[in-house]
């Protein structure tokens, strides 16, 4: 969101052309205003012609600045425009339209609490200023503030006849708020002012995709790019689709039109981030997400998909420190949680990713998979009886999960008190998930704990035929092995296991099994 270019029709009949430095002033006036249609090279030259002419009082060179700014704007030059709207209000503190400007700067670099702040500015400097409610409404959706958004758009639609522009957005107000009905009615009432309003079309595809209704979602991102071929949000929506039906190529094509037609838009920078990831591209992945972060700075989410990128390559500590700056940015995250939870499992902060997964808790109550990782965590840092409390809260929650009934059993076998509840768990995990290889080794690790070596084999090699190469269940067929007098084979797996999980063998230790 922005204001407009600022005329100076006043101003400029102040001028003489007389003199020829007046008379070029006065040029750079005309370019810097846009008029006879310049380009934005030109408009840009006349700003400056004006801003370095010392002929002009404060109030001019800050509708100067401001101009130029605007136009830095469109060119996604964000910092360029940014201190041009600073030094705007510095020249002229009552000019509202620059307040608006830096908001739509600060909206583009995601910053929305620091968007709305310029917008409640320029809107206390001049409270008819639609501009202002409309972009305060935007920074208000974006921080998921609809009823706020809503109030906003009441206020301008007082000001103003409605426009596409004015309902689409009140639209995005609606859809933040729930009520997808509402939003579909400003989107259409949109539409029917002008048929071929990119965003409103591209708006109504979103949720079209999110009912997993590609058709429409598909015709409504066409006509968008019909109407504005290089409108990116429809290039990177059309390209999510294109994702979802599995024609990565398509995708791929538009995420690259988009970046070439918003190269500095940190959204399509992180769209193609996205789908770098999904293809397996992960070097590419982070590079390109640092490249959005670089652009927008306060966006959670590409902090957080760059740590889950760089947690697939192994690095951890990297992955750790994305998730920290993702809940720095937006507290409360649930994706940053769940993931730095994984982190913290795997360098052995288990009461750390404990407490994350709390933090998920309450937001999530009925998150099973999560829940099941905290007994996990628990478990791990000693705390045995929480660890079984969420088992049994999530088998509660749903009995016939065999991940449920699996980590039940797995939490009463490392604990070694009640093996028979253990084992008559892990039997339903099997019946209700026969291709659950956890189940299979966590049933085995029971009946290795009850001395039944010829059986937990039996499972052993079951697990490991779904899910070759797992340490522990290695390690515990190695265990099986030597018991039944197989030494050989014994001897193999336990190397292999020791290969895989240097610390493998210390951790069957604390079960009791050597």
Not at 2 to 7: I, K, N
Not at 88 to 95: E, F, N, Q
Not at 280 to 294: F, K, N, S
Not at 358 to 377: C, F, G, I, K, N
Request: charged fraction near 25%; proline fraction near 4%.
């Amino acid at each position: 969101m922005r204001a407009p270019l600022l005329a100076a029709a006043a101003l400029l009949s102040t001028f003489t052309v007389a003199a020829p430095a007046h008379a070029q002033l006065l040029e750079n006036w005309h370019t810097c205003l846009g008029d006879d249609q310049a380009g934005p090279l030109v408009q840009i030259s006349g700003c400056t012609g004006v801003i370095l002419s010392n002929r002009e009082i404060p109030a001019h060179l800050a509708v100067a600045h401001f101009n130029r700014g605007v136009v830095y704007q469109d060119q996604g030059e964000l910092d360029r425009a940014l201190a041009d709207y600073d030094d705007a209000m510095r020249l002229d503190p009552a000019l509202a339209e620059a307040y608006a400007g830096r908001g739509g700067v600060r909206f583009a670099k995601s910053d929305y609490a620091a968007a709305e702040t310029d917008y409640d500015a320029a809107i206390q400097l001049k409270p008819q200023f639609l501009d202002g409610w409309l972009g305060r409404a935007a920074a208000r959706t974006a921080q998921g503030n609809a009823a706020g958004a809503l109030a906003d758009y009441d206020q301008a639609v007082g000001l103003a006849p409605p426009s596409a522009e004015l309902l689409d957005g009140r639209g995005q107000a609606h859809l933040a708020a729930g009520d997808v009905d509402r939003a579909l009615a400003d989107f259409a009432a949109a539409l029917k002012l002008e048929p071929g309003y990119a965003p409103a079309l591209t708006h109504r595809a979103g949720v079209f995709v999110q009912r997993n209704e590609l058709a429409p979602a598909l015709a409504d991102y066409d006509a968008a790019l019909r109407a504005r071929p290089d409108y990116a949000p429809a290039l990177l929506g059309r390209a999510a689709v294109w994702t979802a039906k599995g024609d990565l190529a398509r995708a791929a094509a538009d995420n690259e039109a988009a970046r070439k037609a918003a190269p500095k838009d940190p959204q399509a920078l992180f769209n193609l981030a996205y789908l770098q990831a999904a293809r397996g591209r992960l070097d590419a992945a982070v590079l390109t997400y640092g490249e959005a972060i670089a652009r927008a700075p306060q966006d959670a989410a590409a902090y957080n998909n760059r740590g889950d990128a760089r947690m697939s390559q192994g690095d951890l500590a990297g992955a750790r420190a994305d998730f920290d700056q993702a809940l720095a940015l937006r507290p409360g995250y649930a994706l940053a949680l769940a993931n730095r939870a994984r982190v913290r499992m795997e360098t052995a902060d288990d009461a750390g990713a404990a407490a994350d997964l709390t933090a998920l808790l309450a937001q999530r109550p009925d998150d099973l998979a999560a829940r099941l990782r905290r007994a996990v965590a628990y478990e791990a840092s000693g705390a045995h009886d929480q660890a079984l409390a969420d088992a049994d809260e999530a088998v509660r929650r749903a009995p016939s999960s065999p991940e449920a009934l699996t980590t039940r059993a797995w939490v009463r076998a490392l604990s070694g008190r009640d093996l028979d509840a253990a084992l008559a768990d892990a039997d339903a995990a099997v019946a209700r998930g026969g291709q659950l290889a956890e189940a299979y080794e966590t049933r085995a690790l029971v009946r290795l704990q009850r001395g039944e070596s010829a059986p937990a084999l039996a499972d052993y090699q079951t697990a490991l035929k779904l899910k070759p190469s797992v340490a522990s269940a290695l390690y515990g067929r190695g265990l099986a092995e030597r018991r039944l007098g197989n030494a050989a084979r014994a001897d193999a797996d336990l190397k292999q296991a020791a290969a895989l999980d240097a610390g493998i063998a210390g951790k069957f230790g604390k079960y009791g099994l050597r």
